[in-house]
T-cell receptor
Framework: GAGVSQSPRYKVAKRGQDVALRCDPI?????LFWYQQALGQGPEFLTY????????KSGLPSDRFFAERPEGSVSTLKIQRTQQEDSAVYLC???????????FGAGTRLSVL | QKEVEQNSGPLSVPEGAIASLNCTYS??????FFWYRQYSGKSPELIMS????GDKEDGRFTAQLNKASQYVSLLIRDSQPSDSATYLC?????????????FGTGTRLTIIP
């Protein structure tokens, strides 16, 4: 596709439910990033993939958060046993490795009730 | 001290005037600098990137970088109502190809017709 695609756009979960958020990066983009954006804040880094390798997961807030990119294209961010503090917009970005310009998807707004 | 600091605003500027947005960063190793525009409920959109000291102009936008003062700014000339948005400053540090973005909290800009 022309841009980074994320789905679903909105997700409402009951506390304790597991959720899975999908990111389809721009074709050919090697690098893929996940960010979390709380209301009124800038995005905060969660994790980074280069192709299928997860090279940095230092931003994941707890072991309930898990991300994968098994074939080096589509990525899934999974949150287990969701908590209210997980409510945020989850943004995915991709870039060509050498260009270093990140292009963002529209995000998934997660609300945990 | 936050790694990237911005005045959260709101900043109100009359239509046609120059809007000046400022950002400071704490890590002298920061290498690349970006300004993203984010409309309410939308994803960040890259406006400008700058990598070396001095000015970089693109249409009505000028980015200015001063690494000695650890300061980067964005000037918007001939401000239009469509420029009303939150402007996010972001920096990266060289980290073995992981060019994760560190964002400020954003400055909310309102252009008054």
């Amino acid at each position: 596709g022309a841009g980074v695609s994320q789905s679903p756009r909105y997700k409402v979960a009951k506390r304790g439910q597991d959720v899975a958020l999908r990111c389809d990066p721009i074709s050919g983009h090697v690098s893929l990033f996940w960010y979390q954006q709380a209301l009124g804040q800038g995005p905060e880094f969660l994790t980074y993939f280069q192709n299928e390798a997860q090279l940095d997961k230092s931003g994941l807030p707890s072991d309930r958060f898990f991300a994968e990119r098994p074939e080096g294209s589509v990525s899934t961010l999974k949150i287990q046993r969701t908590q209210q503090e997980d409510s945020a917009v989850y943004l995915c970005a991709s870039s060509l490795a050498v260009e270093n310009i990140q292009y963002f998807g529209a995000g998934t707004r997660l609300s945990v009730l | 001290q936050k790694e990237v600091e911005q005045n959260s605003g709101p900043l109100s500027v009359p239509e046609g005037a120059i809007a000046s947005l400022n950002c400071t960063y704490s890590d002298r190793g920061s290498q690349s600098f970006f300004w993203y525009r984010q409309y309410s409920g939308k994803s960040p959109e890259l406006i400008m990137s700058i990598y070396s000291n001095g000015d970089k102009e693109d249409g009505r936008f000028t980015a200015q970088l001063n690494k000695a003062s650890q300061y980067v700014s964005l000037l918007i000339r001939d401000s239009q109502p469509s420029d009303s948005a939150t402007y996010l400053c972001a920096v990266t540090k060289p980290n073995f190809g992981n060019e994760k973005l560190t964002f400020g909290t954003g400055t909310r800009l309102t252009i008054i017709p």
